[in-house]
């Protein structure tokens, strides 16, 4: 009777920390616009990413964590020296607070969130016609956004905006990115 009864207890605490603490992988895509100064034009490309999250919830508020792998792809265009392409990938991680404002009951909720990201693009590339443009190596960002979760999934809409002028020279350029995810919750 003992075994069973701690059996029962264990089963009711596995449960209730499920609810508490969520983890899983998250799968993304983004479009990667640029707020360039001392360039002509600018072109959106898109990029993809990966992640692991893991997930606090509290009552109506929830905090939550990821850390992964992001790819950005973006051009510009300066008139007498030509068209710049970048690709930077590299880690990437978020912290997020958020608020659940729609309750769907066990399917799931609708959530409204605010955090902060940071990118360390360890490859760079760059293909031009003629200057070479150095890129710093971290983007520092604000994220807002809103989310459902369906059973198991999570559907996430953002917008990130660049706080960090990632081009080393004396131009200027910040990245604004709209990134679409879903995610798995394990637990």
């Given amino acids: 009777m ?3 009864l701690l059996t029962a207890f264990l089963c009711i605490c596995a449960n209730g920390f499920a609810q508490l603490i969520q983890i899983g992988p998250q799968f993304s895509t983004s479009i990667t616009s640029v707020n360039a100064k ?3 034009s600018d072109h959106t490309n898109t990029g993809i990413g990966f992640a692991a999250f893991g997930r606090l919830n509290l009552a109506l ?3 939550q964590g990821e850390f992964g792998y992001g790819q950005t792809n973006f051009s510009v265009y ?3 020296v030509g068209e710049t392409e970048f690709k930077l990938s590299g880690t990437d991680a978020s912290l997020i607070a958020g608020l659940k404002i729609i309750p769907l009951g066990k399917l799931g909720n609708v959530r409204l969130f605010v955090g902060y990201n940071w990118k360390n693009y360890s490859d760079i ?3 031009n016609n003629l ?4 890129i710093e190596k971290n983007n520092h960002s604000i994220l807002g956004g809103v989310g459902v979760d369906v059973w198991r999934l999570t559907f996430d809409v953002r917008y990130l905006a660049g706080l960090s002028d990632i ?3 004396s131009s200027e350029i910040k990245t604004g990115v709209t990134n679409l995810s879903i995610g798995f919750k394990f637990l």
């Fill in 38 to 40: 001392n360039f002509s």
């Fill in 2 to 4: 003992r075994k069973f």
């Fill in 78 to 80: 300066q008139n007498g």
């Fill in 125 to 127: 590339s760059t293909s």
């Fill in 61 to 63: 508020f929830y905090a």
């Fill in 167 to 169: 081009d080393a020279s």
């Fill in 131 to 134: 200057n070479s443009i150095a």
